[in-house]
């Protein structure tokens, strides 16, 4: 199994509600991350989960929070989000961090209105 | 500091025709480099890397990409370019040592034309 499994694929909501991304991968990867696109641009790092350790850009809003149950899954909280945070956003794994090939999943297109 | 250049935003290519995108890099030492290619609304895939050994790499979709020490570059290539080539590729940059996420660049359209 090499995908790493983003649902939903597409989700709409308004500025006062609260959802959920979710991420999957059983490849045995020890880190995984969460990006933001926006279209037309490279993907914008926004957390890495890798050894129990979050890392996090530092430009991110609290209104984005990631939780990491286990080492298969990594969640990304949306919780008063504004329209300029519409995007795609896109969960990868790899084996490790920086040296390793990125495998990313097909993302979720996020709509804020 | 690190960074990554795609000089070119958009290219346009007739199918059949050959291709080169391009790619430079700058890093302290000799980065692990990476060529990704998106389709629309869709995710990231690898379409080659470069560690270290041969500096002409080969990857999937019959694409290739030639490491260039002296020029900081890591241009792709292909041959033969099919229409459903059409997307867009970046050219990423990662550190030898764990720890650092990888770099992107802006991106370059592709577009074939029959």
């Known amino acids: 199994d090499t995908e790493v499994t983003q649902t939903p694929k597409h989700l709409v909501m308004g500025m006062t509600n609260k959802k959920s991304l979710k991420c999957e991968q059983h490849?045995?990867?020890?880190?995984m991350y969460w990006y933001k696109q926006k279209a037309k641009k490279p993907p914008e790092l926004m957390f890495v989960y890798s050894y129990e350790k979050l890392s996090i850009n530092e430009s991110v809003p609290s209104r984005f929070s990631p939780e990491c149950p286990n080492s298969s899954l990594l969640n990304l909280h949306l919780h008063a989000l504004q329209p300029e945070d519409s995007a795609l956003y896109l969960c990868a794994s790899s084996q490790d961090v920086g040296r390793e090939k990125l495998f990313f999943g097909s993302g979720t297109q996020l709509s804020v209105l | 500091a690190q960074s990554v250049t795609q000089p070119d935003i958009h290219i346009t290519v007739s199918e059949g025709a050959s291709l080169e995108l391009r790619c430079n890099y700058s890093?302290?030492?000799?980065?692990?480099l990476f060529w990704y290619v998106q389709s629309p609304g869709q995710g990231l895939q690898l379409l080659l890397k470069?560690?270290?050994?041969?500096?002409l790499v080969q990857g999937i979709k019959g694409f290739e990409a030639e490491f260039k020490r002296s020029q900081s570059s890591f241009n792709l290539r292909k041959p033969s370019v099919h229409w459903s080539d059409a997307a867009e590729y970046f050219c990423?940059?990662?550190?030898?040592?764990?720890?650092?996420?990888?770099?992107f660049g802006k991106g370059t359209t592709l577009s074939v034309s029959s």
């Open positions: 490849m045995g990867h020890r880190a």
């Open positions: 470069y560690f270290s050994g041969d500096t």
């Open positions: 890093y302290g030492a000799t980065p692990y």
């Open positions: 990423a940059v990662g550190a030898r040592q764990a720890g650092t996420a990888l770099i």
